[in-house]
């Protein structure tokens, strides 16, 4: 089962949910090109991808990979929050340090109250 998604935008961010399973490290880079780019060609500057039904299945070292060589036009977003299943949050706290260490704003939780407050802060 690939990575599916559906897009929306609220606020003045992105909100992506998605679902499915990320079955390689291509189909993850995919999924995130396609995410930035979606937020970039409407000008949109923060973006909230909710991945509580999607099933982290890359490793660790194969997530540290994605935010070392992240889409290009990445860099054009300032703020980034992922929610995820409780399940994979060690998963999605190790991409939240990878990408802060890149120079990121980026904030990983399994509580989706938390990201949206973190992402609409100044």
């Known amino acids: 089962m690939a990575i599916n998604f559906d897009h929306k935008f609220v606020n003045d961010y992105l909100l992506v949910t998605a679902s499915g399973k990320d079955e390689s490290l291509q189909q993850v880079y995919e999924y995130q090109k396609a995410i930035v780019e979606i937020a970039v060609s ?33 860099w054009k977003l300032i703020k980034i929050a992922i929610v995820c299943s409780p399940e994979f949050i060690r998963e999605a706290k190790a991409m939240e340090t990878f990408a802060i260490n890149q120079g990121m704003r980026f904030f990983a939780t399994d509580v989706f109250t938390e990201a949206e407050n973190w992402l609409c802060q100044t």
């Open 42 to 74: 409407n000008n949109c500057k923060k973006m909230l991808c909710d991945e509580r039904n999607l099933i982290y299945n890359i490793s660790i070292s194969e997530t540290y990979q994605t935010a070392k060589n992240p889409p290009e036009q990445i």
